[in-house]
Each structure stands twice: as C-alpha cells, then as structure tokens.
T-cell receptor, first 115, second 115 residues
C-alpha cells in the first residue's frame, strides 16, 4: 500500500530549465517531508526537507513547495544542470510502532538534464 | 572517514541458498535500517533497529532476518523463503529516532541477483 505517490516517473529537461517533481500523500500522521537524490550505483542522500507548518523552503537552486490542505508537495530545481541528472525520491516521516518514526518513500523520478 | 559500509557490492545467490549482507557504520548511530529498492517502487523498509539487541519488522520483512549484536553492525540475511530476492539493498542509519534533527544516512548498497 503506497502512501506517497510520486510523479512523473521520468523527466527530461533542457539545461537551464526548471525541473518539477510532485508528490501526494494520504496519511495525515506524516509530519516531515524530505527529498533524496540518488546517483546510479550509490545510496540516496538528503537533498532538502520541509515541515508541514512551512509552505516553502529554498536552498540554492532547490525549492520545496508544500500544500497542506491538498496533501501535496513538490520539488523545483531551477536552472537545471546536467550534473542534476539523478533519481529523486520524496519521502514522508510517519510514526510507526514503538514511536519510532520511519520514512515512507515515493517511487522515484529519474531526471535527465540535457546539455 | 565516517560512514556506512555495505558488502559485498555484488552478490549472486543460487536458488535455495541463504545469503548475508553486511552493514557496518562508524557514525556512532543508535538506529539502523534495511531497505529494498526495486525499479519503479522506491525504497521499502525491511527491518529496523533502534538499539542494540532489539529490532522491528518493517513493511516487507517476510523472508528476511537480521541481528543487532553490536551498535555498529546490522547484517541482513536473505533466506530461501524470500521468493523474489533480486534487488538493490540499502542499509541506513540515524543518530536516533528520525526527527527533523536526525538525518538518515545511506550506504552505497548491495546488488543481489538470484541465478
């Protein structure tokens, strides 16, 4: 049962363009929303994260927009570069048994930035 | 360098065999996790451990087993009961329960192929 839905599955953008990846969730018990970047053959690395009491967070060229009422959040990559080509995962933190907060991941978006 | 070391990077298993994937961290983290990554399905939690000698099942624990005898080590055994074990396995750790101040760090993963 997938609780975080991510789209699109793949995305191709020209260098300098804006990349937009969307995620939607159903469980209102989620309280923290990170994005991870994964290069081929490597483990994911935290890129940027947001809490639901904030509508937007920006770090350099990366921005998260959060819409609590719609239960949606998105990653925007401004001035996309070929080095941004990677797989991006959204995630949501939930409280599981024993009060251990765990992450539920989206299915991933493979971003290709053309030179 | 501090980090998470997974071994082997590539592993081939024959039908009916058990195999063990190693995960070692020198980050002094209390919590450790095992995720499975399949194309188009994102990361799914297999097992997690918040403290030595304690671990909990994740979303897809059937056919897997773990142990946590030492803080720095969290090996995963893929048993013959796991019907579709071919996947990319990721070990991760965090300083404590996942919170806005505790980031989850991933190893570089292990590829398991059943032949």
């Amino acid at each position: 049962q997938q609780q975080v839905k991510q789209s699109p599955q793949s995305l191709i953008v020209q260098k300098g363009g804006i990349s937009i990846i969307n995620c939607a969730y159903e469980n209102t018990a989620f309280d923290y929303f990170p994005w991870y970047q994964q290069f081929p053959g490597k483990g994911p690395a935290l890129l940027i994260a947001i809490r639901p009491d904030v509508s937007e967070k920006k770090e350099g060229r990366f921005t998260i927009s959060f819409n609590k009422s719609a239960k949606q959040f998105s990653l925007h990559i401004m001035d996309s570069q070929p080095g941004d080509s990677a797989t991006y995962f959204c995630a949501a933190r939930r409280i599981s048994s024993g009060s251990a907060r765990q992450l539920t991941f989206g299915s991933g978006t493979q971003l290709t930035v053309l030179p | 360098d501090g980090g998470i070391t997974q071994s082997p990077k590539y592993l081939f298993r024959k039908e009916g065999q058990n195999v063990t994937l190693s995960c070692e961290q020198n980050l002094n983290h209390d919590a450790m996790y095992w995720y499975r990554q399949d194309p188009g399905q994102g990361l799914r939690l297999i097992y997690y451990s918040q403290i030595v000698n304690d671990f909990q099942k994740g979303d897809i624990a059937e056919g897997y087993s773990v142990s946590r005898e030492k803080k720095e080590s969290f090996p995963l055994t893929v048993t013959s009961a796991q019907k579709n074990p071919t996947a990319f396995y990721l070990c991760a750790s965090s300083a404590g329960q996942l919170s806005s101040g505790n980031t989850i760090y991933f190893g570089e993963g292990s590829w398991l192929t059943v032949v």
